[in-house]
């Protein structure tokens, strides 16, 4: 399946759009990163040096090149869109994608709780459109979340799962729901574990200590909101309030607080823990 695709665009230079091209190229992969930033992709390839052991390097440097070029993509069997977690955003990235890459490339979204069908909508062609939803880092984490929308075709979705496979990575093969199968349970558990916070019922350091060590949990979830950015948390937290009806996905306004304040976790420093 790898070999077969030419080349994979990723749009989106942040950390999961490098990653995902970083992933690829490990295997061999011709990898193009693209985005509208210039400075964010001379930002990128330092940063996966520095995260790519050094024996994989110089494969990792010779098959990914960067571009602000969206018409870069017009020879990619695979298009993964990777920008901001806004449908709007989202939604526009995608219809250029649609524009240059070939009638019989697969697109896909790294989007970790949008509706695939609302994204869908933006496009001619949606039967060749899924969701690719890669944890961070995609290089260490197994899973991929393959989210098949209502006019998803069983041929994309086949050829998405082989190619995980060939990645090393598990596909788990989902609905559409807001935030799919992942977000739903682990955001459930975030607001929960800042809901305790907020209500004095434990420090943060004991509430992690809880999932850790009493449920093996690799982080415990005030450390992992941190690592994800308490702004995309709570981002998240609101699209899937709002679509579940849900009040329980609401952010708290502890989470709120944090982020008013420019405390968005490990990125910036400072959140419920520091870093400096």
């Not at 190229?25 to 210039?38: E, F, Q, T, Y």
């Not at 006019?151 to 086949?158: A, Q």
């Amino acid at each position: 399946m790898l070999e077969g695709l030419g080349c994979v665009g990723v749009v989106g230079g942040g950390t999961m759009g490098r990653g995902i091209a970083q992933l690829f190229a490990m295997k061999g992969c011709a990898a193009i990163l693209v985005d509208s930033s210039r400075d964010a992709l001379d930002r990128a390839l330092p940063f996966l040096k520095e995260h790519t052991s050094p024996e994989l390097w110089p494969l990792v440097e010779k098959k990914i090149t960067t571009s602000v070029d969206i018409a870069s993509l017009s020879n990619c069997g695979l298009v993964i869109e990777a920008v901001f977690e806004d449908a709007e955003v989202k939604k526009d990235v995608l219809k250029k994608i649609e524009a240059v890459c070939p009638e019989d490339a697969i697109m896909a979204t790294n989007t970790s709780s949008i509706s695939i069908d609302e994204l869908a909508a933006a496009l001619k062609y949606p039967s060749r459109f899924a969701g690719m939803h890669f944890m961070n880092p995609p290089k260490v984490m197994k899973l991929v979340e393959v989210v098949k929308g209502k006019d998803t075709s069983g041929k994309t979705i086949d050829a998405i799962v082989e190619a995980t496979g060939e990645l090393g990575k598990v596909a788990a093969v989902v609905k559409n729901t807001p935030g799919f199968v992942t977000n739903r349970l682990l955001f459930a558990l975030l607001g929960e574990a800042m809901r305790l916070l907020e209500k004095g019922v434990a420090s943060k350091e004991d509430i992690d200590a809880t999932m850790k060590h009493g449920l093996m949990h690799p982080m415990g979830p005030l450390e992992l909101a941190d690592f994800i950015g308490l702004d995309v948390c709570a981002n998240i937290m609101r699209y899937m309030a709002d679509k579940l009806v849900d009040a329980k996905y609401a952010p708290p306004a502890v989470l709120l607080s944090l982020v008013e304040s420019g405390r968005l976790g490990r990125k910036s420093g400072h959140g419920f823990y520091d870093y400096e």
